[in-house]
Nanobody
């Protein structure tokens, strides 16, 4: 049974940093592309970033490129999102997602599992 458990969310001031983690279990982590999506109140779900199974290829939305870094530790079955230079518009619930393949798909929402989410609030 696939389990994705996010942690690391919280309240941070604009310009600050946070690191989100996702502990994965129930599948072969090294062969699954993983990613992050987010949803702000009354807004549609937004794709943030994807990383391939090996962890050597990444993709980012334009809104976070240059500020966020996704990585995965295949030995520890952990996905990480390092978020720097945070802005109020980054406030959202962040979800860890698993894809059914090892490559980065064009359809960023073609994931087959999603965690419960962790809240990130950027505010002074």
């Amino acid at each position: 049974q696939v389990q994705l458990v996010e942690s690391g969310g919280g309240l941070v001031q604009p310009g600050g940093s946070l690191t989100l983690s996702c502990a994965a279990s129930g599948f072969t982590f090294s062969t699954a592309a993983m990613g992050w999506v987010r949803q702000a109140p009354e807004k549609e779900l937004e794709w943030v970033s994807t990383i391939n199974g090996l962890g050597d290829s990444t993709s980012y939305s334009d809104s976070v490129k240059g500020r966020f870094t996704i990585s995965k530790d295949n030995a520890e079955n952990t996905l990480t999102l390092q978020m720097n230079s945070l802005k109020p518009e980054d406030s959202a619930v962040y979800f860890c997602v698993k894809y059914p393949v090892s490559v980065i798909l064009q359809d960023r929402f073609a994931y087959d599992s999603r965690g419960q989410g962790t809240q990130v609030t950027v505010s002074s």
